[in-house]
């Protein structure tokens, strides 16, 4: 039996740890200081997005046992990469593209995250109901994002805190 490399699937994890607190105190800092410039929140949102597109693609292409944790993973990221690019190129004009951007990523993201709570109820792991509960959360986040982008940007940017401080 070969042994196959565990490598891919660590450095995946390590960068889902590393995103998921940058994107809890990038949610905190929107959520405490929402008059904060358009620009510097399209640059550093088209960043992170980019970002954790590249993340999700290492974890897709590694060999995770149950095939479970990144089966969505290469979908998400060539979404994540294209939304992430296309919000670098027009920063300032973009808040309201960037929370249906971020909006539409976070409930796909949920939308696959129910799935994967339903297949861990299914291998019997207990914790399936967090998954699924958190799923919920982000979707729901998420739809609030897309069909809210017309309102002022202080709430979007507000709003788009909690969805990204959920997603963290």
Do not use: H
Request: glycine share 8%; charged share 15%.
């Amino acid at each position: 039996m070969k042994m196959r490399s565990v490598t891919p699937m660590r450095i995946a994890k390590i960068g889902y740890i590393v995103m998921s607190v940058m994107f809890c105190i990038a949610g905190a800092l929107f959520i405490a200081l929402p008059d904060i410039s358009i620009t510097i929140i399209g640059i550093s949102m088209g960043i992170t997005m980019i970002v954790y597109g590249i993340v999700k693609l290492v974890g897709y292409f590694s060999r995770d046992l149950f095939r479970l944790a990144f089966q969505f993973d290469l979908e998400l990221g060539i979404l994540l990469l294209v939304l992430g690019v296309m919000v670098l190129i027009r920063p300032d004009d973009l808040m309201t593209f960037i929370c249906i951007a971020l909006g539409i990523s976070i409930l796909t993201d949920g939308l696959f995250k129910v799935q994967i709570a339903l297949d861990s109820k299914r291998f019997g792991i207990k914790s399936w109901w967090v998954i699924l509960a958190l799923a919920v959360v982000a979707g729901t986040i998420g739809v609030f994002l897309i069909f809210r982008s017309a309102k002022s940007a202080q709430f979007l940017t507000v709003l788009l805190g909690v969805s990204i401080l959920a997603e963290g």
